[in-house]
Structures are given as structure tokens and as C-alpha cells.
């Protein structure tokens, strides 16, 4: 505030007034705060002056889609918290692209959100900075910031698929593929880990035809699907990296005559009833949000250490068939 | 505006000042004037306002469940709108609650939002009348508005029903149970008028124990299951009121020696890949949500007529095994 009413040449007393809106001030010092603030960068936390004039408190969640079960399941969740905190949820969805994550960002910080909840597609965060001193508290999820120490909540990515390719391992298979989510996202690379650190634990080669890494579209799985399963190295186990995938893997698993193992990430509905019923590795959705709520709320009230947390959830092996079949 | 400057005594200039937060007005007069306001539910309509000052305009969407895939894929359809808009999204869950539901509509609108998508959980919407009157922009959207002519997008759920419904008495079957909703649900109260319509169309009676409705909880859709398929006039036949109920459904039928045919109501993901393949009346829940949001926009642009807008959009029969199961 110093900052601004420097650059204005106006008083702290006139900055506060502007500010909040009080009487007294003429439009051109309006104005000429108003550049300062927006110069500056500046922005109120407004969580004192909400108690004081009631008006509802906001979270602004970011994630990469609505649609998509696994976020449909944690934003339920966050919205569960926020609500039991009396605050309003804004949502947005990403859809994996940086601009869009930081334009739902900043448009959030513009309708002063008094915090935010964001599963990042960027991988550089320090455009927050500035809001995150301003005093909104935000708390990343399902994946770290980029470029910036702050909050997350995030599931044991590496050591749950790591525990999912052992299990194929335990059960015959030698040749196990891999198909994961893009590269950049950070729970694809760490699962992309943990498949290369189980086959090693396991004294097990890795060929560079049985792991892929990419959009999760059908045609893309498909295609990758079709490499990995001819010739005559041909894999007899795969690892789904993550429930898009899996789902589109189980279509064209089905309609082979030799049957594949197959053990995926993330649990979805009705998988038990499948045939053969889907081994998973499942991480808890609903537990992630609530978690990055419950931490973003302990923020806001103060009531939490300056140092950024990180929370890791572990994922849950869940065996029901697919990850059992023994070699062909 | 003449009303607040009167229960205020100041003029119309001056309520003018208050609202749009120029200078030049005591404090005494803006309290007065802002209690003049409350006291009359007056609420400024702020889209020519934003667009002056280029703050992001935003919509309210508030819906049963934001976890339900319907719902989840809906939300996103009126996101993709929304954003390609410019306009942010605020989303919250009423949980069939109707005191939620005006909770987060009155604070969506305390935060003036432009318009609100609302999917009804009440049977009575004229506390919203003055909000519509004020100017924002209201679409409902799956359910009608309650004791309130307003926007609507609906499936047709009686049409889509009597379909489905028909389409089992043409696979043989005369005992058909119906398993909905709760009754005060309006989708719910249509689609079970499609049973009963479909079933009087082919001369069937219908027996009282035949039929329920209530919440879809797996508990309550089993135990409904129970009684409709023991007894010597037990159905052949189930049509599943929504997705929820027909999840629950195809794992008690499952695990039945004897086979039972099943339509339900709502699409879901790998419905053909179950053993039986699912039977399904589907609703495009993109489209009812995209044509919401699409009509909200034509509401705050002032291009659609002042008399509210009815659309029904089409179910869709799917048939896959599960509905084609002669009676045992």
C-alpha cells in the first residue's frame, strides 16, 4: 500500500479509502490509485473485509476436466469443504493448455477469490507469485507448481505404479508395456517412473516400443496398442497410465483372441463388472480434494506454518482379474 | 431505482452515485441508501457495467451433483460455452436440497453474477422473480422452473421412456418393473408417466409393487429389487429410472441365475463393453447443456424474444442385449 500511494502521490489514508470503496475521494484520485494499484500489481486480500461486510467468500478451482470422472469426484469434494466453510466455488477447466490455466487464474484473482485450488497444466507458476503475497492462499493438487515452493496435495504417483507393474511381474509377465498421459504432465512422468523402476527392481529390460507417452485420445491408445502387441517381442501385460487410457484399452483388449493382462491407474465405476474385472491401482479422489480444501482453508484462517506443504496420498492396489492373467 | 431513492430521500442521481461507487456521497448517505436497497431486494443488472469496465463477466451453474457423470458432462458443455463467451463459471450442488438451492442461487447473485444455468431441486422459483425482473439472465435446464414461467431445456422423458418401455413389452415381456427416482423430481415424476403409458398403450396392467420411486441410493434400489423380482408374479423385466439407479441394477442382475432384461435411462461409460451389453435410453447431456448456456447468451445479448423459451430435445434408444433378453 506504501508502494501504491507512493507511486499515486496520494496518502495511505486516500489508498485505503479507494480501496474500500469509501466516500470523500474524487474520481481523478480514484483513477490515479487505480493505475497505481494496477501497475503495482497490487491486490487486497479481502478475507478481513468479507467477515466485516458479509459478503460470500470464494474459491476458484482450476482443474483439466469437468468431465472427466477422476476431477468430477475431486471438485465435488473441494466444493463439499468450501461450502462448509460457507464459500462459493468457481470452476474452470484447463483442458491441459498453460494459457488457459493462467487466464482462469488470473480471471479468478481479478474477481478476488480468496483462494485457489489448481491441478497445474503449466509448468511455471511464478505469474502467481505476486497474488499468492497479496494474500490468496493457494493450494496445488494432483501436481506440484512449476518454478514456485507452495502447497500441494498430490497421490504417490511412482511407488503406485510401481507396486501395480510388480504385481504383473509377480504373476509370470517378463515383456510389459506402458501407456501413459503426456510427457510434461507430472503425474505421467511419475508413473512413467515407476514402470521403469519396477522392471529394473525386477532385473527386467525395457524396450523402447513397449512404452509410449501422449494425448490420451482413442485413436492415439489404439495406435500404440497395435505396436506393442505384434511381432514377436510383443508384450503380454500392460500398465494403463491412466483411466482414459484404461478405459480405451479394455475396448481393444476385449476384442483380442489372446487375452493381455492389464492393470490400470485409477479406479472407475462398475470395472468390478467387467470381463474380466479391471485390476487397479486406485488413488482417492474425493480424498485429494478434500485434503487441498481442508489445507486451503487452515490458510486463509491463519492457522498453518508459513513453509509450504506437501501432502502425499498413497495409491491402493486393487486386484479383481485383469492383473492376474498369466502370460500367453 | 425511484423506489430505493424514495425509501432513502435522496434523489435518483444520488442512488446512481451509490451504485456505480463514485465519489461525492457521504457515508451517512450511503448507508442509508444501501439499506434502501436491501430492504427492497434491488439488485443493479451489471453486464452493460462490465463491459464498460472490463471486469470478466460470469454465470451461475447450479446442479444436482457435480460428481454425477450427467451432470459433470452438462457442466462442461455449459463451460466451453461460457468461456467461448468470455465469461467465467461459478458451479455449486443443491444435492436435491431446495434450500441449497436458493442458498446458492441468492449467492450467486449477492456476487452479481450475469446469468444463472439452474437444474431445480425446488418446486417453487418466485424468489428468483425479482432477480429475473433485475436482469439476470436465468435458464433452467433438465427440470423445468417451479410456479415460474422462465427459460427451459429439457429431454423429452416421458417420450424417451415409453420408448424404452415399449421396447421391452416387443421382446415378450408383460411384467416390467420401474425403479425412478424421488417422485418430486420432475424427470423422475415424467419418465415413470412414460411406464405407466407405455404399459396402458399395450393393455398391461400394472401391479402396485411393480413400480417405486424414492432415492437412488444402492441400499433402497436393492431392496426395490428384491420385492419386484420375488413372488409368483415377479418381473421379467426392469426399466431403470436413471443412471444411478441402473448401476445399481446391472450388479444386483448380475449376480441372478436367472436372466432379467434392463433398460435404463441415461447413457454410461462402457455400457457396451458389460455382459450384458446395456440397453439404454440416451439423453445428450453435452447438447442440454450447451443449448442452456447458448440460450443464456441470446437472454443477455437481448437477441431472443421477451416471452420464455421451451426446447426439448430428443432421448435416444440404444439397444445392446440387456433390453432384448426374452422373459425366463
Given at each position: 500500500m506504501k508502494d501504491v500511494a507512493a507511486r499515486a502521490g496520494v496518502g495511505l489514508k486516500t489508498v485505503s479509502r479507494v480501496v474500500n470503496e469509501e466516500a470523500g475521494v474524487t474520481p481523478d484520485t480514484v483513477a490515479r490509485v487505480q493505475a497505481a494499484i494496477d501497475a503495482l500489481g497490487f491486490r487486497r486480500n479481502d478475507s478481513a473485509r468479507l467477515l466485516r461486510t458479509r459478503r460470500t467468500a470464494s474459491v476458484?478451482?482450476?482443474?483439466?476436466?469437468?468431465?472427466?470422472?477422476?476431477?468430477?469426484?475431486?471438485?465435488?469434494?473441494v466444493e463439499d469443504v468450501a461450502r462448509a466453510h460457507g464459500a462459493l466455488l468457481f470452476t474452470g477447466s484447463s483442458a491441459e493448455d498453460p494459457r488457459r490455466e493462467k487466464e482462469l487464474v488470473l480471471a479468478f484473482c481479478a474477481r478476488r477469490v480468496d483462494g485457489l485450488?489448481?491441478?497445474p497444466a503449466s509448468d511455471d507458476h511464478r505469474y502467481l507469485s505476486s497474488e499468492i503475497e497479496a494474500g490468496v492462499a493457494t493450494v496445488f493438487v494432483d501436481r506440484p507448481a512449476g518454478a514456485l515452493d507452495a502447497d500441494v496435495v498430490l497421490t504417490d504417483n511412482a511407488g503406485g505404479t510401481r507396486e501395480g507393474v510388480a504385481h504383473l511381474i509377480a504373476h509370470g509377465h517378463r515383456r510389459i508395456g506402458f501407456i501413459?498421459?503426456?510427457?510434461?504432465?507430472?503425474?505421467?512422468?511419475?508413473?512413467?517412473?515407476?514402470?521403469?523402476?519396477?522392471?529394473?527392481?525386477?532385473?527386467?529390460?525395457v524396450r523402447p516400443e513397449w512404452w509410449t507417452m501422449g494425448p490420451t485420445a482413442p485413436e492415439r491408445v489404439r495406435a500404440a496398442l497395435d505396436v506393442m502387441l505384434s511381432g514377436p517381442e510383443r508384450v503380454t501385460a500392460l500398465f494403463a497410465g491412466n483411466n482414459r487410457v484404461t478405459v480405451t484399452a479394455v475396448r481393444v483388449?476385449?476384442?483380442?483372441?489372446?487375452?493381455v493382462a492389464l492393470v490400470g491407474f485409477d479406479d472407475f465405476e462398475l470395472a468390478d463388472l467387467l470381463n474380466p474385472p479391471v485390476t487397479v491401482v486406485a488413488q482417492d479422489a474425493p480424498g485429494i480434494g478434500r485434503s487441498a480444501a481442508q489445507l486451503l482453508f487452515r490458510r486463509l484462517d491463519g492457522i498453518v506454518s508459513d513453509e509450504p506443504t506437501r501432502i502425499e496420498l498413497p495409491a491402493r492396489l486393487i486386484p479383481r482379474g485383469s492383473g492376474e492373467i498369466p502370460p500367453s
Open positions: 476458484g478451482l482450476v482443474l483439466e476436466d469437468l468431465a472427466d470422472p477422476f476431477y468430477a469426484s475431486l471438485s465435488r469434494a485450488v489448481v491441478v501413459g498421459d503426456q510427457q510434461g504432465i507430472h503425474t505421467a512422468a511419475e508413473r512413467l517412473r515407476g514402470y521403469h523402476e519396477a522392471m529394473e527392481d525386477a532385473g527386467l529390460p483388449l476385449s476384442g483380442l483372441s489372446r487375452p
